[in-house]
């Protein structure tokens, strides 16, 4: 009987990490687009200094989209028209910037890479050179936790611990 209550007390504990996991990892950063009820895409995601995106968004339910970023003037997409924006010339190259898509309040944010460095035309479409290997982490968000999510997932892990002190007593009549 005894074997039972720990059993139970396990896969509870197990349960409420599996639960609070997820939360965990939601924050990845930034790093990758957040979910909007608008689509939004900035094409390439990879630009030299000086060369041209093309910003576009659709299912807005309003005819302007508001695009800012610190990397280029801000710009506003009409009646789910596509529009470009060129690059500051003296963006960093490696530099990663945040667009945003503003649609009647919700903001949807995505990141813009800028190449390693040009061949000088202007383009933006040069050949490129990588200048830093690639970015390692934690595996996701794992160290982007902000203290909201910390307290979530102690609450859930000290709820199902205490539900199976709970369930342990009521099993064992109080003698536990």
């Known amino acids: 009987m005894r074997a039972i209550r720990v ?9 409420a990490l599996a639960l609070a996991a997820p939360m965990a990892s939601a924050n990845d950063g930034g790093t990758t687009p957040n979910v ?34 610190g990397i280029f ?4 997409l009409n009646e789910g028209k596509s529009a470009t924006a060129k690059v500051d010339a003296d ?12 649609c009647k309040g919700e903001k949807g ?11 000088g035309t202007g383009t933006g479409t040069g050949t ?4 830093k290997g690639v970015k ?7 160290g982007g936790l902000d203290s909201t999510e910390i307290a979530a997932g102690s609450a859930l892990l000290a709820g199902a611990l205490g539900g199976g002190v ?6 064992s009549g109080g003698n536990a």
Do not use: I, W
């Open 36 to 69: 909007t009820s608008f689509g939004f895409t900035v094409s390439p995601a990879t630009v030299a200094p000086g060369g041209t995106v093309t910003l576009n968004a659709t299912g807005c339910q309003e005819p302007l989209v508001k695009v800012s970023s």
């Open 128 to 131: 490129t050179t990588p200048s």
């Open 136 to 142: 390692a982490g934690l595996g996701g968000g794992a």
């Open 91 to 102: 963006a960093k190259p490696g530099a990663q910037y945040q667009v945003t898509f503003d």
């Open 109 to 119: 944010t995505t990141t813009l890479t800028v190449a390693g460095h040009s061949t």
């Open 166 to 171: 709970v369930l342990m007593r009521r099993r």
């Open 7 to 15: 059993a139970s007390v396990a896969l509870l504990s197990t349960a």
């Open 73 to 76: 003037d801000a710009v506003e």
